[in-house]
């Protein structure tokens, strides 16, 4: 049985005070709730103290970005062995930002993926499709293309431990979300495609998210589809109480 994951993305906010405080709170709230593995992911310079407020709490902790090498002179990265010293568990790859502003590519996508599982870290790799490409009909092409070469290489134990997150790039941020059947038809088809290239007992462990506008008002209907197995959230994260009302709706 898949356990749904809800995952809260950060991004450039929280301060490392800021960020302490929340996890403080966030370790109370979440006492007692089971059935869901939540999952935070601040900026780099609030890992190591988030690391130890959620000591000895089941809140897992991951990171935004990575490099694929150990270490070297690449000035103002961050390694896998510096993620997994820190106590990460999880790393995000191929978020739509990191695409758009940072030139980020499905090949590198897919040399990170292989690195963090090196080094014992659980890759999120993100999905999805434009406006533009949703309009014209391609978002089955283009999510397709991304997952094909985003997983190309891995072994199938590797991909049953990973976690894909379908993000419509037109509804992150916005207030627009998509509509239950239609995440679902998209994720159906990711899940179908890890089916195809790994078999279908990788693809019935593989967990695959929704991220995009997710609140916890439109949480549940998003949950109860077959085929989405939580969610990446973005702006409802960044209060306790916005992010335990999509963590309990995910129950």
Same mark, same amino acid.
């Given at each position: #049985?898949?356990?749904?994951?809800? %995952?809260?993305?950060?991004?450039?906010?929280?301060?490392?005070?800021?960020?302490?405080?929340?996890?403080?709170?966030?370790?109370?709230? +979440?006492?007692?709730?089971?059935?869901?593995?939540?999952?935070?992911?601040?900026?780099?310079?609030?890992?190591?103290?988030?690391?130890?407020?959620?000591? /000895?709490?089941? @809140?897992?902790?991951?990171?935004?970005? #990575?490099?694929?090498?150990?270490?070297?002179?690449?000035?103002?990265?961050?390694?896998?062995? #510096?993620?997994?010293?820190?106590?990460?568990?999880?790393? @995000?790859?191929?978020?739509?930002?990191?695409?758009?502003?940072?030139?980020?590519?499905?090949?590198?996508?897919?040399?990170?993926?292989?690195?963090?599982?090196?080094?014992?870290?659980?890759? @999120?790799?993100?999905?999805?499709?434009?406006?533009?490409?949703?309009?014209?009909?391609?978002?089955?092409?283009?999510?397709?293309?991304?997952?094909?070469?985003?997983?190309?290489?891995?072994?199938?134990?590797?991909?049953?431990?990973?976690?894909?997150?379908?993000?419509? @790039?037109?509804?992150?941020?916005?207030?627009?979300?998509?509509? /239950?059947?239609? %995440?679902?038809?998209? *994720?159906?088809?990711?899940?179908?495609?890890?089916?195809? #290239?790994?078999?279908?007992?990788?693809?019935?462990?593989?967990?695959?998210?929704?991220?995009?506008? +997710?609140?916890?008002?439109?949480?549940?209907?998003?949950?109860?589809?077959?085929?989405?197995?939580?969610?990446? +959230?973005?702006?409802?994260?960044?209060?306790?109480?916005?992010?335990?009302? *999509? +963590?309990?709706?995910?129950?």
């Amino acid at each position: #049985m898949r356990i749904p994951l809800i %995952a809260g993305n950060w991004k450039m906010h929280k301060t490392v005070a800021e960020a302490e405080a929340f996890c403080t709170q966030l370790k109370e709230a +979440v006492a007692g709730v089971s059935g869901v593995e939540v999952l935070v992911c601040p900026a780099f310079i609030a890992l190591a103290p988030v690391a130890k407020v959620l000591k /000895d709490s089941d @809140i897992k902790l991951g990171a935004q970005n #990575m490099y694929w090498e150990e270490k070297g002179a690449f000035t103002g990265e961050i390694s896998p062995v #510096m993620l997994k010293e820190i106590g990460c568990h999880y790393v @995000i790859l191929g978020h739509s930002e990191r695409r758009q502003f940072f030139g980020e590519t499905d090949d590198g996508v897919n040399k990170k993926a292989k690195v963090a599982f090196e080094h014992g870290l659980v890759p @999120i790799i993100c999905v999805g499709e434009h406006l533009e490409q949703r309009e014209a009909g391609e978002t089955n092409n283009v999510v397709a293309g991304q997952v094909r070469a985003a997983l190309e290489g891995l072994a199938q134990e590797q991909v049953q431990k990973l976690v894909i997150a379908y993000e419509p @790039i037109w509804a992150i941020g916005t207030g627009k979300t998509a509509s /239950d059947e239609d %995440a679902q038809e998209v *994720i159906g088809l990711i899940r179908n495609l890890v089916a195809e #290239m790994f078999g279908s007992d990788a693809a019935q462990m593989t967990r695959i998210q929704y991220g995009g506008s +997710v609140k916890p008002g439109n949480t549940a209907g998003l949950m109860a589809q077959p085929d989405i197995d939580g969610a990446l +959230v973005g702006g409802a994260s960044l209060e306790v109480e916005s992010f335990m009302g *999509i +963590v309990k709706a995910a129950k």
